[in-house]
């Protein structure tokens, strides 16, 4: 069982930097393959990045990639979201993500288990 606790949204303006964290509360955290989603006002909900349990492979959506970057603490059993030259188009509830028994790229179909989401509101 794992529960997932997002925290680092706020507002910002484009061109700058935010960074999410989540704690994810499991007594097996190496054994999930964790990931970031967002949903936009209007829209589905979207994979953004994923790691993998070991932490040696990421992923990212197209449109984010170059710009975020994803990690994980085994230390510390969280996954941060670094987001930087942030645009209007980043707006958006960020979800932290866990799985399982997803590998690779498979992590861009969705997780078995949700955090509550963080706000992230990008402005001119």
């Known amino acids: 069982q794992v529960q997932l606790v997002e925290s680092g949204g706020g507002s910002v303006q484009v061109g700058g930097s935010l960074r999410l964290a989540c704690t994810v509360r499991?007594?097996?955290?190496?054994?999930?393959?964790l990931g970031w989603y967002r949903q936009a006002p209007g829209k589905e909900r979207e994979f953004v990045a994923a790691?993998?349990?070991?932490?040696?492979?990421?992923y990212y959506a197209d449109d984010v990639k170059g710009r975020f970057t994803i990690s994980r603490d085994y230390a510390k059993n969280t996954v941060d979201l670094q987001m930087n030259s942030l645009k209007l188009e980043d707006t958006a509830i960020y979800y932290c993500?866990?799985?399982?028994?997803?590998?690779?790229?498979?992590?861009?179909?969705?997780?078995?288990?949700w955090g509550k989401g963080t706000l992230v509101t990008v402005s001119s």
């Open positions: 993500a866990a799985d399982l028994y997803r590998v690779g790229a498979e992590a861009k179909g969705g997780m078995s288990d």
């Open positions: 499991t007594r097996t955290f190496s054994n999930y393959m």
């Open positions: 790691i993998s349990r070991a932490g040696g492979n990421t």
